[in-house]
Nanobody, 122 residues
Framework: VQLVESGGGLVQPGGSLRLSCAAS????????MSWYRQAPGKARELVAT????????EYADSMEGRFTIWRDNAKNTVYLEMNNLKPEDTAVYYC????????????????WGQGTQVTVSS
């Protein structure tokens, strides 16, 4: 199993980034996919999650309206579009896969990517 994130980088406040996570080694279209992030000195937090079909999404409160998660099951890829970025969004962003939908309250990721750094700074 592999989850490979890309698209991170340095962006100014108010800017945008699109993260991608390419999956292989499992039946991507059967798995819930999520994005997490971990800032220095803080616990890893769930950012957004999307069901296997892509028909339902859920976001942490602080990301609602600024971030969008979607997936392309034909390409085995999940994306995270981040707009109006703030310095507090600076973190390593990880994608994760889980077999059953637990939502924001009961996630149970099985597979993790290695992460991609997002830095929001002027």
């Amino acid at each position: 199993v592999q989850l490979v994130e890309s698209g991170g980088g340095l962006v100014q406040p108010g800017g945008s980034l699109r993260l991608s996570c390419a999956a292989s080694g499992f039946t991507f279209s059967s798995y819930v996919m999520s994005w997490y992030r971990q800032a220095p000195g803080k616990a890893r937090e769930l950012v957004a999650t999307i069901t296997a079909s892509g028909g339902f999404t859920e976001y942490a409160d602080s990301m609602e309206g600024r971030f969008t998660i979607w997936r392309d099951n034909a390409k085995n890829t999940v994306y995270l579009e981040m707009n109006n970025l703030k310095p507090e969004d600076t973190a390593v962003y990880y994608c994760a896969a889980e077999r059953y939908y637990g939502g924001l309250e009961n996630p149970s990721p099985e597979y993790w990517g290695q992460g991609t750094q997002v830095t929001v700074s002027s």
